[in-house]
């Protein structure tokens, strides 16, 4: 199969976190689309939509963490194995293996107490 992949992939990312790995204050916003189109020289046309949106606020010396994840893509008989979203593992959803799901769509919403 000969297929030729191409694709615009604009980020936008705003970040007042404290600390990337274990904050204690601050918020994370984090938006991508990546278009793939003929007009670039992609052989398929889809779109594909992420944004993250997460927080945390420290009470004392105890921290509350959440997030919530919304995942899509437009047009998915156009979109190959390689356009579709891939989650899963111990610290994005436990109790899977990571990289287990596999889909154009995906949403999730998280929180910890730390």
Known sequence: MDLT???IAPRLQYDTRDNEFYPR??????????ISR???GADLDFERYSLNIGGAA???RYTIFGRALAET???EEQI??????VNGGLFE??????NELISPHFGLVQTAFY
């Open 5 to 7: 992949l191409a694709t």
């Open 25 to 34: 204050s601050g918020i994370l916003v984090d938006a991508t689309a990546a």
């Open 38 to 40: 003929d007009a670039i």
């Open 58 to 60: 420290s009470f004392d």
């Open 73 to 75: 893509a437009t047009n």
């Open 80 to 85: 190959n194995l390689n356009g579709y979203f």
């Open 93 to 98: 959803l436990s109790g899977t293996v990571r």
